[in-house]
């Protein structure tokens, strides 16, 4: 008991918050099989002290996740954000200006909470026409350069064109699919990692 209590001691956990929608919150799987739980089990798997909280929530846009993130960063305080928001605004035709204003002050609050953060980026149908859809894509790639943000440009790369990874509806993974979605954030958040 005291040598558990030493090496708790002796290496305290740190957070890692993943904010998102729900492509990050395993939308219509088991929690286990989503990116979040696999990333927790890499983290444990090679010696990262981290806890990942997922407090990320099926159908959030920028503004709710907005609205909900000042309470997250008081009740978790995590070292790190993975913000992962803004496909709901893209289905719904949302205006990309509000879009980017409810990142860019989802940015900010993390910041000023202490916590590094990791934009993730996603890519929408054209189905509001392809000015939109580039538009879209290019606010990620914006808000990185202009916030000095490492950032995934997209979420489901490799995963979304592929009906064997993807659910019926299009726009989810499977969980054959989940574990190329962590690569793809893995490959962005893993420098950023402390030991």
Not at 23 to 32: I, N, R, V
Not at 138 to 145: A, G, K
Not at 151 to 180: C, I, N, S, T
Request: with cysteine.
């Amino acid at each position: 008991m005291l040598l558990t209590c030493e090496a708790a001691a002796a290496a305290p956990e740190r957070t890692l918050l993943i904010f998102g929608d729900s492509l990050s919150a395993a939308y219509g799987l088991q929690t286990e099989q989503g990116w979040a739980a696999l990333l927790q089990d890499r983290l444990r798997d090679e010696g990262y002290g981290y806890t990942v909280v997922n407090a990320s929530v099926s159908g959030e846009t920028t503004a709710g996740g907005r609205s909900r993130l000042p309470r997250a960063l008081e009740q978790h305080k995590p070292e790190l954000v993975v913000l992962e928001l803004g496909a709901n605004d893209g289905l719904r035709g949302l205006p990309l200006k509000d879009t980017r204003t409810n990142l860019e002050s989802m940015v900010s609050a993390a910041r000023k909470s202490g916590a590094r953060v990791l934009l993730v980026g996603i890519l929408i149908p054209p189905n509001y026409g392809p000015r939109y859809a580039q538009g879209f894509a290019q606010m990620y790639q914006d808000l990185s350069t202009q916030l000095k943000l490492p950032f995934v440009p997209f979420l489901l790369d490799g995963v979304a064109l592929d009906p064997q990874l993807m659910q019926e509806d299009g726009y989810h993974p499977k969980a054959e699919g989940e574990p190329r979605v962590l690569e793809n954030v893995w490959q962005y958040l893993r420098p950023l990692l402390k030991r």
